[in-house]
């Protein structure tokens, strides 16, 4: 179709109205922090598990402060590497001729002025006396359950009496204490608590039975409004040390003459987590499962 002269300037002179384009979306600016911020909260944050548990290797810090990162421990050596040239944590060496990291004065008054109650642990004799293997194997698992949201609290604070409850009525009872607890709030403001026992050798018989004896007393209130509550004990060990056939054993012994819905009740109480373990005492992995559970695969 041809058009003429007077119909193209006609189609030419007209005017179209331009379709109005939706004004762009405005995001926010993403706050970002300062290399030197992010620094510095991981500073408080490695000197924060220090003094929580007294004395950490690389291992540990790491998975305490950095439990996702990729390389984590690259991470850690960086941040205590500064940390030590500021004189606010000390390497020692530990039982395994590596080094344990430990918080100094200055360190415990950095973390005081800053809101967090602390106090030096240079004086520690755990770091390379004999129970060593034994306080790292207890503070990684505690760690393990501190990265899935629990609140823990290690020997180090238990000795010290740094919990929001009061243990020492049942540690009477049963003459020991933990080597752990492990507790969470639930939405209604209580918690059970778990005592910890690790098994880094073997034990006397009548040791083991002392721990098992723990979870006779499962439901006793740990505070004066009763919102903290014993709910069981875990036993933590190597698995290539056999523990679980002792503790068998033990529960035999000490639960042996009582009914058969008594002991599935005890022993359901009675978690025992198997732990992985390669040199130098270096934690790979852990399966969890209640005493209950094993006696039936063991039948």
């Not at 005017?15 to 290399?35: D, F, L, T």
């Not at 944050?45 to 421990?73: D, M, T």
């Not at 020492?168 to 607890?181: F, I, Q, T, V, W």
Request: glycine share 6%; aromatic share 6%; net charge positive.
């Amino acid at each position: 179709m041809k058009l003429t002269t007077t119909e193209m300037s006609g189609l030419l002179g007209r005017s179209v109205s331009p379709i109005a384009n939706p004004a762009p979306k405005r995001e926010r600016p993403k706050q970002r922090r300062c290399g030197r911020e992010v620094a510095r909260a991981n500073e408080q944050k490695c000197l924060r598990a220090v003094s929580q548990f007294g004395h950490l290797r690389i291992a540990e810090l790491a998975r305490s402060v950095w439990p996702n990162a990729r390389y984590g421990e690259q991470l850690a050596r960086r941040t205590t590497r500064r940390l030590v040239q500021q004189g606010l944590l000390l390497e020692r060496r530990n039982a395994l001729a590596s080094k344990s990291l430990c918080l100094t004065r200055v360190g415990a008054t950095w973390l005081e002025a800053r809101g967090f109650p602390a106090q030096h642990t240079l004086d520690l004799s755990s770091v390379a006396g004999p129970t060593f293997c034994h306080r790292v194997m207890a503070t990684r698992y505690l760690i393990e359950r501190q990265v899935t949201g629990s609140q823990v609290a290690g020997e180090y604070l238990i000795l010290r009496r740094k919990l929001p409850f009061n243990i020492s009525g049942l540690a009477k009872a049963l003459r020991k204490l933990p080597d752990g607890l492990i507790w969470q709030r639930r939405a209604d403001g209580t918690a059970g608590v778990e005592f910890v026992e690790q098994e880094a050798a073997p034990k006397a018989r009548a040791e083991i039975e002392k721990c098992l004896r723990t979870a006779e007393y499962v439901g006793t209130a740990l505070s004066a409004d009763g919102a903290y509550r014993l709910s069981g004990v875990v036993f933590v060990y190597d698995q290539a040390l056999n523990h679980s056939r002792r503790l068998l054993l033990a529960a035999n012994s000490l639960w042996g003459a009582r009914p058969a819905s008594e002991r599935v009740t005890l022993e359901s109480r009675v978690k025992l987590v198997a732990v992985e373990l390669r040199d130098p005492l270096l934690w790979v992995g852990s399966s969890v499962t209640t005493l209950h559970e094993l006696r039936q695969r063991s039948v």
